[in-house]
């Protein structure tokens, strides 16, 4: 009967290519009971295990690790960060195929005791056991959302968003709860 669109930027999209069949708007959704926001204690104890201090600012990227992911201008941004504010820490959560190349790119700009791969880990874990609650902020250079779970789901342990002003993502990002930046800027 309709066409089902996650955001207005993909139903308007889809208009624009040719759509003639009447569509809507229904947002992505999270399951909400899932969500484990970690006491302070745990938070800090999570922290300690992958390296990160209590004191450290903490970003977290939740994702592929690939090209259309745009990681390299956050790691790029982020090295810009970790000049000014050595306690700071950028943990990278997910895998693909640009693992190895933003290894060697958090190597040569020497960052590496600021920049943390975690690696893949299930949805569920990951939010059932309330990884995204020890982070201070979620960040993310993609150009190519619609609708991201992973930014709904950090809205949801009530993490700020850093994100990039394009397709869905203004629809997530207003002035309370996070701040848009330009598409590849890097400063």
């Not at 669109?5 to 999209?13: D, F, G, M, Q």
């Not at 693992?99 to 790119?105: E, F, G, S, V, Y």
């Amino acid at each position: 009967d309709a066409v089902i669109c996650p955001s207005e930027i993909a139903r308007e999209e889809l208009v624009l290519h040719g759509l003639k069949a009447p569509s809507q708007v229904i947002h992505n959704g999270i399951n909400f009971s899932k969500i484990k926001i970690l006491s302070k204690n745990a938070r800090v104890k999570k922290r300690q295990e992958i390296g990160v201090s209590p004191n450290d600012k903490l970003g977290i990227f939740v994702g592929r690790i690939s090209v259309d992911k745009s990681i390299e201008v956050l790691i790029r941004a982020f090295q810009k960060v970790a000049t000014k504010i050595k306690e700071s820490k950028l943990l990278l959560v997910g895998d693909g195929p640009e693992i190895d190349r933003l290894r060697k790119l958090v190597e040569d700009l020497n960052i590496h005791n600021n920049v943390i791969f975690l690696g893949g880990i299930a949805r569920d874990r990951l939010i059932s056991g309330g990884l995204l609650s020890i982070a201070d902020v979620y960040v993310t250079a993609s150009k190519i959302e619609n609708q991201s779970i992973a930014m709904l789901e950090a809205l949801a342990f009530g993490l700020p968003i850093i994100g990039v002003n394009m397709r869905g993502t203004p629809e997530l990002i207003n002035n309370d709860n996070g701040i848009l930046v330009e598409p590849d800027n890097e400063y």
